[in-house]
């Protein structure tokens, strides 16, 4: 079963704008030969990064986001960090939380049959305040 994945890759800051290029397109290749999905991407930009990484102040961030089974995403980080450039790489799962349905059903049953009851309560309270006139209509 294939899992959404969203990663960064910090990419040395000193390399030309055709060697990122090459870089993002051998992530791709690698995504493709482990039969993972692309789905959106952002331009690499260089920032300063938090802390010193392999002596570099700065790099340029890549952001992207694919989908691969989840038993290949190690070999996927393994392969990526073999390519030269690469300073860093981090992935991370992309969680997508669902409401939990059957919770909601047992609610709205409990809150018909509240309403049912309430219902019931006013019917037989009408029928009540309409024997209590009948009653008085036939004591007069």
């Keep these: 079963m294939n899992r959404q994945y969203e990663a960064i890759i910090i990419i040395n800051p000193s390399i030309t704008q055709e060697e990122i290029d090459a870089i993002i397109s051998k992530i791709k290749n690698i995504l493709a030969d482990l039969k993972g999905n692309f789905i959106e991407e952002k331009q690499p930009e260089k920032m300063k990064l938090p802390y010193k990484m392999k002596k570099f ?18 070999n996927f980080r393994d392969r990526i960090k073999l390519i030269e450039g690469i300073i860093r ?21 409990m809150a018909e049959g509240v309403q049912e009851n309430a219902e019931e309560i006013t019917e037989q309270q009408q029928d009540k305040t309409e024997m209590s006139d009948l009653d008085e209509e036939t004591a007069k």
């Design 89 to 109: 790489i981090t992935i991370s799962l992309i969680v997508v939380k669902t409401a939990k349905i059957k919770n909601k059903d047992k609610k709205t049953k």
């Design 57 to 74: 102040k700065d790099g340029f961030y890549y952001y992207m986001k694919f989908e691969i089974a989840a038993d290949l995403v190690a």
